[in-house]
Structures are given as structure tokens and as C-alpha cells.
């Protein structure tokens, strides 16, 4: 990829793009405040980073310094255990981000909606179809153009959470840790239903180690660029949650959207219609730098025989793969057309799935490639990897679990959809087998 050189990503723009793909603001959290309670909903957004995120970017950190390659996990998991679980690897990111990318573009449209009510059926899908192929522009003309991207929209997003946060301390007047459960919650019901979401949202800060040869230098700046982003990430949930139940004390009217109705409550309908567009600058976001982490990995599994070989073309002048982006931004116009509900299992899994294995490919690179360079280690070796990975082993066990297991009933559909989404890796491994073997 020659081109590639010319105009690699620098340190602001791999954060923010990291920031981006892993949170891009506190929109989507809302549910949590009047589903599990204010207090263990904030307390829940306060520690999940240590637990879950942070760790994981440790991982993440330590594999890229050692191995930066187009492709990320797949390529770690390639040569850490071979071509099966390298595809498994592959096909889960990739999967990873052709449902979360569609949900994006119908989250826009559906905010768009509180200006224009008229904004449904074919206009809806109308306006999703604008911004999937306005970000597939943007992301054919490189890494650079996404980066610069991810750095404006993230700052036009923060400001009404800025003032909100300000405006949040000035009309301080409720606990906005109280109470600590919802009435219908104990500890471990109040905690297990935060924690479900508390995973989406902070999942995400594996994406871009897919395009680690597009980065200047990223032996030395992927580790700092993950921190940042986590640290932002957390503050973004943390502070202005803390301020608008401070100043509002309804936690149980916390809905989807909601933060433009605090807004709005707090600073005036001028407030809650900035917040809005900070919604619809967050949801650009997410799927622009989603689209470049997801259209990677068809790259890198068309270069080694695993897909179709057209998947490889690079554009002439940009060096990006156009091919790779076009199937992914068709795929994604056509799933804004079904109801996500059952896709955002599919996501669960794949992406728990995702993280295990992560943690399980730095064992097997430390065991097998000691002699390999690493300028960023998880600390503490492996008594320190391993406290690491139980917190995710443990999520993993408990968000995968809540798919299939409402009000203590367990979902047989639900399970199979999940069931049938991992087998869909190995599935597919088996075609490319068979195909290569009658070329």
C-alpha cells in the first residue's frame, strides 16, 4: 500500500478517531438513569473504564506496538493461532461494524425527526442514504480526511455538553446520586441492567488498530491516543449525566434523546436544538470512522485468499480501498431498512467474542514470539494480563447472558440468533476452504 505513506494519521487524529468509534458522546445512555437508578447508573459509567475499557485498550496497545499491521486482530489472531481463528477474528470486527454502522445512519434520521416530523418512511430512509454515502466519501479520500473529520464533529459535539456541564453546577440543587436504585431494582439487577448498556458503550477502542499501517509512528502513538480517548470517554458519559440530574432531580423521565430535553429544561429550546445537532454531528461520527475501521478487514482477508480478490483494489490516488468501502456502504444502505432489535444481539456476541480473543492472542504472542519487540506491555506481565482479562471474561459471561435471559426467562429465539451468529464464522471458513481446494 505505497500510497498509504504519503498521508498517514497523526496523534490528534488517531485519538479523536478512537474517541469517535468508542463514545463520540453520552447520547445513548439515557435509558440507563431511569431503568437501573441515578446512582448506580453513575457509579456503574465511573468504574466500567476500569474494569473493561482501559484494560482492554492495554491489550490493544501492547499488540499494535508489537505487530502494527492493516488488519488489526485479524493478523493477531492469524499468527497467534492460525488461519481458522485469524478468519473468526476477522469476520467478528467485521460484522462488528456493518450492524453497529447501519444503526448509526437510522439514529440520525430518527434525530433529524424532532425537526422534521414529516422525515418518515421513504424520506427517512432518504436521509439515511445521505449520510452513508456523504461518510463513504470522505472515507475514500483517506485516513486523514476521516481523522480531520472526527477532530471537528467531536469538538461541535462536546460544546452543548460543555455549557450543560457549566449551566449543570450553577442550578445544582438535587443528590444527583439518589436515589441509588430504581424501585424495582436490587443491587444486582440494577447493576446487571446498567452494566448491559454501560458494555455498548464502551466497546469500540479495538477498531482502529485495523488501520495501524495508516498511522505515523504507531509503535509510539497508539498507546498514549487510546488513553486519551478513554479518559474523554469517561468524562463525556460522567459529567454532564452528574449535572442534569443535579439541576433536573427526574431521573425517571431519563428516555432516549433525553439530553436535548435537559438541555432545553436547563439552557432554553436555543440549548436543546444545539444538543440535537450535537447528536446528529455524534451519529456522523461514529459511522465515518466505523466505515474506515470495518472496510479494512474484507482488505486484508481478500490479500490473503479469503475473499474475492477484487476486495484488494486501492484507489489510484488516495490509496484507500474503494471496493472494500462500496460493499460495505451498500450493506449498510439496505440494513437501515430493518429493525435493529435482533442485530444488536448479533453485535453483543460478536463483540464479546472479539475481546476474548484479544486478550487470548497477547498470551500466545508473549508464548510463542517472546523475541518480539514490545514498547508497550500490559503491566505487571502475566499475573497482570490475567487481572485484566477476568473483568471482560466476566462481562462477556453476564452481557451474552442477558440476550437470552429477560426477567429470568430464558429466550430460546434470542439464543439461537446469538448461536447462529458465531457459527456463521466458522460457516464461512468452510465455503473459502472448499472453494480454494476446487480452484
Known sequence: MPSFAAKKANFLQLAFMIYGAACAGAFGLEDMISGAGPGIALITLVVMPFLFSIPISFAVAELTTMMPVEGGQYRWSRMAFGDFWGFQAGWWAWMTGVVTNGSFTVLFANYLQNWLPGLTGVYHWLACLGLIWSMHYLNVRGIQVVGNTAIALSIVLLIPFVIMLALGIAQWQHNPFSPLLAPDKNLITGFGSALVLAIWLYSGYDKLSAAAEEVEN?????????MFAATLAMLSYVLPTLSGLAALGNWQEWAGAYFSSAAKQMGGAWLGNFMTFGALCSNALLLNVTMLAASRYPLTLAEDGFFPKFLTHLHPRFGTPTFSLLVGSLTYSVLTLFDFTQLIIIYCWFQMSSNILIYANVWAMRRKHPEMKRPFQIPFGMPGMFLAMLPTG?????????????????????????????????VGYAVVKIVKSNR
Do not use: Y
Not at 504507531?218 to 487510546?226: C, D, E, K, Y
Not at 453476564?398 to 456463521?424: C, H
Open 218 to 226: 504507531p509503535q509510539r502513538i497508539f498507546p498514549p491516543a487510546l
Open 394 to 426: 466476566v462481562i462477556a459471561f453476564v452481557a451474552m447472558g442477558s440476550t437470552v435471559f429477560q426477567d429470568g426467562i430464558f429466550n430460546s429465539k434470542q439464543f439461537l440468533i446469538g448461536g447462529l451468529a458465531l457459527l456463521s464464522g466458522p
